[in-house]
């Protein structure tokens, strides 16, 4: 979510080494300008599901990497581009929707090891906080439940652009990943290897690609 251009307002140089560092100072804590054309972007959005993926990446057996998706979620955004710490989010996601591709690690899953799906059916990321770190890069806080355990996590997110697609809809592209050890929820499910490690890692890499819709 870029918030600020990379734009800078003319100053009156500094003319002297006093003056210079008083100006350096006031300069590395100035806000930038506002972006009119991100500015423009405030308003609320919905995840497109179709165009987007929610998903994750975990180690498995020391050697590859297993990644998987859930296809169905809800999700309520606020992107507000004069004033990035507004900005909000919220996704209720379904966990029995987990999809990896192997039916058998899916069932194993959506099982009592893992996300028990029968006694806790959501996982949610509310947001909150938001802060701008680069032109074109948030870093938000929440609030992750998995299995009725809720601890904060901070996402590092990405604004990819906006664009009016040919049915009309206006669309906008984020990007956002972070990291975190499963055992803090609860998974802790795991088999020991004969060579050392583990069968499936602790930390879990989690992936938001997210194209928002404008909500009408």
């Known amino acids: 979510m870029g918030i600020f251009s990379r734009r800078q307002t003319a100053t009156a140089e500094p003319h002297t080494a006093a003056d210079h560092d ?112 680069s032109a074109e890069a948030f870093r938000m806080t929440g609030d992750l439940t998995i299995r009725g355990t809720t601890r904060p996590v901070e996402l590092q997110l990405d604004y990819l652009g906006s664009v009016m697609d040919p049915f009309g809809y206006e669309r906008a592209g984020f990007d956002g990943t972070t990291t975190i050890d499963r055992r803090d929820w609860g998974l802790v499910y795991n088999q020991r290897l004969e060579a050392g490690g583990s069968m499936v890692s602790e930390k879990v890499r989690l992936q938001f690609d997210i194209s928002a819709i404008r909500s009408s």
């Not at 050697?63 to 710490?85: C, I, Q």
Request: hydrophobic letters at 35%; a neutral charge; zero cysteines.
């Open 22 to 133: 008083r100006f350096a100072a006031r300069s590395a804590t100035a806000p930038a300008e506002p972006d009119p054309a991100l500015r423009a972007l405030t308003g609320h959005w919905t995840i497109d599901r179709p165009h987007s993926r929610i998903g994750f990446s975990v180690r498995h057996a020391m050697v590859t990497t297993v990644r998987g998706a859930f296809a169905d979620y809800d999700s309520t955004l606020y992107f507000d581009g004069a004033r990035p710490s507004e900005s909000r989010a919220e996704i209720v996601i379904r966990v029995a929707s987990v999809d990896t591709g192997v039916e058998q690690r899916d069932a194993h899953l959506v099982g009592k090891d893992f996300f028990d799906a029968r006694r806790h059916p959501e996982m949610t990321f509310r947001s909150t906080s938001t802060t701008q770190e």
